[in-house]
């Protein structure tokens, strides 16, 4: 079992429930490029391939065939100006937007949040499932560092817009009935945020195209887009100070900054083909991961090729990252920091197995492992409100199965029925 991890057990579904013949909308959040949340859209595609999509923002060139051949429905964003492009503008409209949705008619409804999707009104009758990859946190827990790197308008907006914004976020996932987290650390800030719990299901990794190779290269690696809060920078800095080579994969607005600091050690590849991805994954000699992740899947991929991690001791990380097996933690993050765990890894290289790191990944973090545990989680809140109607209709019975009809001679409340002639009755016998 991955650190961390909480197991799911639910009894009582249905082994035999054709979860492919319900009507199943999906809300995400926005469909303008292809990362970790679009990846979890695609599995939930192939386990419910019936389904109808609800999105922001939709530009169909950036996404995935799976997501292209599916029903994709907008709200009103998609046609306000820029908005495939300057769609984070329009987030104070979205929550409008969101219950405008008409998802009446669906037997169940499922969001994937991480901006906002789990708005939408739901009837009464419909199971509603929240796959969370983090609660918004340029609303809640980066709030103050999005708005100190914000320009003055958009800081100045943020500043009358965003507690208002809070509160719809805590009242819309009070209506959800089942919130399923991505990681620990995810699930501590639903708690925290929403005050609600939630159980555990890591994201599908496409583990099984990902292979160890027969020897390891002298080079670190680090992939992934090239923003500030990925911390780049940091990986840059230890392998100037230590004279390590360095392999960067990416692109992103942060890259002139970053081959600015760069040494002679460090090389900068751009974005690659998968094949040539996997290759680099399965010859490094260690994976560089110096952000705070919700989940972080590069890692995974990373490790199911054999490569250890060398993490920074926050986020998703902590939930597969086991020190001095598949990897290990530097606990601050700064170059000082990973420095010294690159230090200690040096020393401690040759008691990592690249087929056991491979094994743990491919084993605990599969696409069929999530496939299963989500169906488990949608099984059991089925059965829960197939009880709910059930107990209903029991309490509520037909007037044409009661044995005798009500007397006019009894006054029926809530609370007691007491026998007495109501005024009504009482100016009809005078007449």
Request: hydrophobic share 40%; net charge positive.
């Amino acid at each position: 079992m991955p650190p961390n991890i909480i197991p799911v057990n639910y009894n009582g579904h249905h082994p035999d429930r054709d979860l492919t013949g319900l009507k199943v909308a999906i809300v995400h959040f926005w469909l303008v490029n292809y990362r970790g949340g679009e990846k979890v859209l695609d599995a939930l595609l192939e386990m419910f391939p019936q389904s109808d999509i609800f999105t922001h923002v939709y530009d169909p060139k950036r996404v995935s065939k799976t997501i292209r051949e599916k029903n994709v429905q907008t709200t009103f964003i998609q046609k306000l100006p820029f908005a495939r492009s300057r769609y984070q503008l329009y987030l104070p409209l979205m929550p409008l937007a969101l219950e405008q949705l008409d998802l009446s008619g669906y037997d169940l409804v499922i969001s994937s949040e991480s901006g906002p999707a789990k708005g939408v009104l739901v009837p009464p009758e419909t199971p509603h499932i929240c796959y969370c990859h983090s609660p918004m946190r340029y609303v809640w827990d980066q709030y103050h560092a999005y708005r100190k790197s914000a320009g003055g308008m958009k800081r100045l907006a943020m500043y009358f817009l965003m507690s208002s914004l809070r509160q719809w976020d805590v009242t819309s996932a009070s209506r959800i009935d089942r919130i399923i987290a991505n990681s620990n650390a995810v699930s501590k800030r639903i708690h925290r945020y929403w005050r609600r719990d939630s159980v555990v299901v890591a994201p599908p990794v496409d583990v099984d195209r990902f292979k160890p190779a027969g020897k390891r290269d002298d080079f670190y690696l680090h992939v992934g887009e090239l923003v500030g809060y990925k911390r780049v920078d940091l990986a840059i800095d230890a392998c100037n100070a230590l004279k390590r080579r360095l392999i960067i994969i990416g692109t992103g607005p942060e890259e002139k900054k970053l081959k600015a600091i760069a040494g002679p050690t460090i090389e900068f590849l751009g974005r690659l083909p998968d094949d040539l991805l996997a290759q680099h994954y399965s010859r490094c000699r260690a994976l560089l991961f110096p952000a705070e992740e919700d989940f972080g899947m590069v890692p995974i991929e990373a490790m199911a090729s054999g490569a250890p991690v060398i993490a920074f001791a926050r986020g998703g990380a902590r939930d597969y990252v086991c020190e001095g097996v598949t990897g290990l933690f530097f606990e601050a993050q700064t170059s000082e920091s990973l420095i010294e765990g690159m230090v200690r890894f040096d020393m401690t290289a040759h008691a990592f197995d690249s087929k056991t790191i491979s094994e743990f990944a491919k084993q605990h973090f599969n696409k069929d492992l999530f496939k299963q545990k989500f169906a488990e989680i949608v099984n059991t809140v089925l059965d829960e409100y197939d009880a709910k109607s059930r107990r209903l209709e029991l309490r509520v019975p037909a007037y044409t199965e009661m044995r005798d009809p009500p007397s006019r001679e009894y006054s029926v409340r809530p609370s007691r029925i007491s026998p007495a002639k109501s005024g009504f009755d009482e100016g009809a016998d005078r007449l």
